[in-house]
Nanobody, 122 residues
Framework: EVQLVESGGGLVQAGGSLRLSCAYS????????IGWFRQAPGKEREGVSG????????YYADSVRDRFTISKNNAKNTVYLTIHVLKPEDTAVYYC???????????????WGRGSQVTVSS
């Protein structure tokens, strides 16, 4: 059974940092990439970052490239997303997702986590 479990969300102040974790299991890691998506209230879900579990190649959306860092720990089957200099507009539910592709498009996703709420206060 494939599982993706996000953790690390919460209420944080603007300007701070936060690290989200995505623990994955149930599939062959080398065949997949993990993407991070977010959905703010009233907005569509958008892809913000991703990492290939095989070769470690990373992806960032232009809007977050200078503040988000994605990394992985293969031994722990975990992918991390660190958000620096948090802004109120980062408030959203953050989802991790697994895909056999590295385009990080919604249509390419095979498996989704349940999400972790991040709320940034000004």
């Amino acid at each position: 059974e494939v599982q993706l479990v996000e953790s690390g969300g919460g209420l944080v102040q603007a300007g701070g940092s936060l690290r989200l974790s995505c623990a994955y299991s149930g599939f062959t890691a080398d065949d997949y990439a993990i993407g991070w998506f977010r959905q703010a209230p009233g907005k569509e879900r958008e892809g913000v970052s991703g990492i290939s579990l095989g070769d470690g190649a990373t992806y960032y959306a232009d809007s977050v490239r200078d503040r988000f860092t994605i990394s992985k720990n293969n031994a722990k089957n975990t992918v991390y997303l660190t958000i620096h200099v948090l802004k109120p507009e980062d408030t959203a539910v953050y989802y991790c997702a697994a895909s056999p592709r590295t385009d990080y498009e919604m249509g390419s996703i095979n498996y989704w986590g349940r999400g972790s709420q991040v709320t940034v206060s000004s």
